[in-house]
């Protein structure tokens, strides 16, 4: 059960970041655009890895 945990840690910080980056201008302020990369980097990249429906 320790994985959920990490996992959550490790979306937190990635949405900190992500939020930082838009605040300095390096990223734009689209949120659709940016909660999509953030599902993708969290959870379709796992899902398309190990193949779950």
Known sequence: FLSFPRHE???????NLMGQDVENGELPADM???GKLVKDISYTNAS???NFE
């Open 9 to 15: 840690y490790f979306r937190r910080i990635l949405c």
């Open 32 to 34: 659709e655009w940016l």
């Open 48 to 50: 398309e890895f190990f």
